[in-house]
């Protein structure tokens, strides 16, 4: 469940609103303002207003540039304020993507802003609903771009290489079921934030064949704009790059097949490892039943709801499709529950201009006072399920196992699950 409100920071006018999850209808207008007058209130007489929690939802308040108020409504799950911030700054960053910084804080033109903004709303419905249903990604939550995990990656990568070539531009990846696998040594030059802002958009909307779209780098490039490519290889298997006002997409559709058609075998049995997201060879306790692995040092991570090697035909993926949901929910639980609270996340590498003079600051990570002592690893039972999490310098992971693992085991196997999902460095290479 989630409502939001972006009002301008003057006169508190709506410019955009969205509701998310099991909202029937829109707040009024008339208790808009009143949270807004009271985020104003509270500015003018110099005081920090960050959120107001009752015993069912958390309001949050954002202001951008003394420009833009953004006014978040979610349920209280009581997890660490850091993950609302980070959705309302990707929120804010994904207005600035989408019709550009500069026309996002210009003054007096609210009504044509508004208009702008009907492009921004599959993007925000995205964020809001804060769980891919289709694609389990999570990139989102965790600031790290998802990723598929996959050996031979290759003779991809030199496909890639190639048709970057002839569309005159260094930023492209291959996007499969909506996860990266292979991408340009530039590609990782942008902020974790812009990575996953254009795959989430990429994800967001409707499927085609091939389309065209105008976007900003909120971080890298904000003034100036970038045309957004995305041409569909094969079912759930598309191509996105940034490039100039050439060549035409007519050129890149014509030439995108005779440079992928000899992948198109490799492509069809990486798009197969989808829920899994890892190697079928790495084979793993049967009492795992979901995991995210992060790489903290690369910004990537990967999230599998399906780590068993079971039966993964089309017949299969359709009748688990609500249980792989399940298990999504529960990992992202897992995640908001132990970051911020537990553990304290690196800093977000997002662009401190998108942030400028905004009265609050980024919101405190962590609830619990350890001194010197930084916690290493966490576990906790619940009905259903046991769950561990080991945070190390490279790399973090959350499991997810069935409540039949003795307790005493599940520090061992998650180990062990680190060491061979780790060992043989399948995320994709960066700058390379």
Same mark, same amino acid.
């Given at each position: 469940m989630a409502f939001l409100a972006v009002l301008t920071a003057d006169g508190g006018i709506?410019? $955009?609103?969205?509701? &998310?999850?099991?909202?029937?209808?829109? $707040?009024?207008?008339?208790?808009?303002?009143? $949270?807004?007058?009271? @985020?104003?209130?509270? !500015?003018?007489?110099?005081?920090?207003?960050?959120?107001?929690?009752?015993?069912d939802e958390k309001i949050s308040w954002r202001e951008y540039h003394k420009r833009l108020v953004l006014i978040l409504i979610t349920k209280n799950d009581v997890c660490s304020d850091c993950h609302v911030s980070n959705l309302l700054d990707n929120i804010f960053a994904a207005l600035a993507m989408l019709v550009g910084l500069d026309?996002?804080?210009?003054?007096?033109?609210?009504?044509?802003?508004?208009?702008?903004?009907?492009?921004? @709303?599959?993007?925000?419905? #995205?964020?809001?609903?804060?769980?891919?249903?289709?694609?389990f990604t999570i990139g989102d939550l965790t600031g790290k771009l998802d990723c598929l995990l996959a050996s031979h990656t290759r003779i991809l990568q030199e496909r890639m290489c190639q048709f970057l070539d002839v569309a005159d531009s260094l930023y492209g990846c291959l996007l499969i079921k909506g996860k990266v696998i292979v991408a340009s040594k530039e590609w990782w030059t942008l902020t974790s934030q812009e990575q996953i802002l254009i795959c989430s958009y990429v994800n967001s909307l409707p499927k085609v064949l091939s389309r065209e779209i105008i976007i900003y780098l909120p971080t890298s490039s904000p003034q100036n704009s970038n045309r957004l490519i995305t041409l569909h290889l094969?079912? =759930?298997?598309?191509?996105?790059?940034?490039?100039?006002?050439?060549?035409?997409? &007519?050129?890149?559709?014509?030439?995108?097949?005779k440079i992928w058609r000899d992948c198109f075998d490799i492509l069809k049995v990486v798009s197969n490892l989808h829920p899994r997201n890892f190697p079928s060879n790495i084979e793993l306790d049967k009492n795992i039943i979901g995991l995210i692995l992060i790489n903290t040092e690369t910004n990537q991570c990967m999230c599998s709801v399906q780590p068993s090697n079971d039966d993964c035909s089309a017949e299969s993926k359709a009748i688990h499709v609500?249980?792989?949901?399940?298990?999504?929910? &529960?990992? !992202?639980? $897992? #995640? *908001?529950l132990v970051v911020g609270t537990y553990?304290?996340?690196?800093?977000?590498?997002? =662009?401190? !201009?998108? *942030?400028? =003079?905004?009265?609050? @600051?980024?919101?405190?990570?962590g609830n619990c006072d350890y001194g010197d002592c930084k916690p290493g690893e966490f576990y906790m039972c619940t009905q259903e399920n046991k769950c561990y999490v080991i945070n190390?310098?490279? #790399?973090?992971?959350y499991i997810l196992y069935n409540y039949e693992i003795p307790l005493y085991a599940i520090r061992s196997v998650s180990h062990k699950t680190l060491k061979l999902l780790t060992e043989k460095r399948l995320f994709p290479t960066v700058g390379k």
């Open positions: 709506p410019i $955009l609103t969205k509701t &998310a999850g099991d909202i029937k209808s829109k $707040l009024p207008f008339a208790s808009i303002g009143l $949270l807004n007058g009271v @985020h104003m209130f509270s !500015r003018l007489q110099e005081v920090e207003l960050k959120c107001a929690v009752t015993p026309v996002l804080l210009k003054q007096n033109e609210v009504l044509k802003l508004q208009k702008m903004l009907v492009v921004c @709303h599959p993007l925000i419905d #995205y964020l809001l609903s804060q769980i891919d249903k289709e694609k094969l079912r =759930d298997v598309e191509i996105c790059v940034l490039c100039s006002s050439e060549p035409s997409l &007519a050129v890149l559709e014509d030439e995108a097949p609500s249980e792989w949901q399940k298990k999504q929910e &529960a990992l !992202r639980s $897992l #995640y *908001r553990f304290k996340e690196k800093d977000s590498d997002a =662009d401190r !201009r998108l *942030r400028a =003079d905004n009265p609050c @600051h980024t919101f405190d990570f190390e310098v490279s #790399y973090q992971i």
